[in-house]
């Protein structure tokens, strides 16, 4: 009896076949891989905002200790506080108050690149993260905020009746040195510091005259607002600020107010 024999399927049709399931194959894991980079992103995002507040907290525990705020990094410094030359912490005049970094190794925090500095979750050399203290005279007191007891010889008055410490604006459209502007774009003018970071974008070089490049252009206004996409004002940079009200309570806690 004879064998029947299966007969033989074209052989273009088993390759269109192959064809198929690889385009499927592709579209499910093309499908897959945006989420996954949005997950990823997700948990440096929440890994930023811890690394702020544990910035944050650094920074009051000094302040509490010493009595002052520390000054910031400046470039080169290995993530020390700088001073201006001459000045130390008995004058609180800082190298730079407003364009410079965390100074992490004066607050030995841990994490930080070779060079000293805390950097961001996406961890560039321009994603260290950044701080900026007022600088402001109060109460005919200079450099009050970093200089060893400032804040008492301002006194608690004379801090809580400052015309402003630093500015944080929702845009920065129409703000200056002097303050953001419109008063509907203050999100406060009684920032006593603020830690940031430039975000997953960290241009070296930000647009001219965008939010971006507001916040690292030298000078006591910030920007703050959602991250944004806008063509020549993308914006992705993080803040936390801390007013000097809770500041003051810190000192006072800590027994070094009034």
Do not use: K
């Not at 200790?65 to 008995?90: I, T």
């Not at 701080?131 to 402001?136: F, I, K, M, R, T």
């Not at 608690?156 to 703000?175: K, P, T, V």
């Amino acid at each position: 009896m004879r064998s029947r024999r299966t007969p033989e399927r074209p052989r273009g049709f088993a390759l269109l076949e192959a064809w198929i399931v690889l385009a499927i194959l592709t579209v499910l894991l093309s499908g897959l891989a945006l989420p996954l980079a949005a997950q990823v992103q997700l948990r440096r995002q929440e890994e930023l905002r811890r690394q702020l507040e544990e910035a944050r907290d650094a920074l009051m525990g000094f302040a509490a200790a010493h009595g002052r705020l520390p000054c910031p990094a400046a470039e080169g410094a290995n993530g020390l506080e700088s001073f201006a030359p001459g000045g130390d912490a008995s004058t609180g005049a800082c190298a730079d108050f407003y364009g410079a970094y965390l100074p992490a190794a004066t607050l030995g925090l841990a994490n930080v690149d070779g060079d000293g500095y805390a950097r961001d979750p996406w961890a560039s050399p321009r994603n260290r993260i950044r701080y900026a203290v007022s600088g402001a005279a109060v109460n005919g007191v200079a450099n009050p905020l970093t200089r060893t007891d400032g804040m008492q010889a301002a006194t608690l008055a004379g801090l809580g009746n400052a015309a402003h410490y630093l500015f944080i604006c929702s845009s920065g459209r129409e703000a200056s040195g002097a303050g953001c502007g419109p008063a509907v774009r203050q999100l406060t003018r009684r920032a006593a510091f603020v830690v940031f970071s430039l975000g997953p974008n960290a241009p070296a070089v930000p647009t001219p005259g965008s939010d971006e490049a507001r916040n690292v252009d030298g000078d006591a206004v910030f920007v703050a607002h959602e991250a944004s996409a806008a063509p020549g004002d993308a914006f992705d940079d993080v803040l936390l600020w801390v007013p000097i009200h809770l500041v003051t309570h810190r000192l006072i806690v800590a027994g070094r107010l009034p």
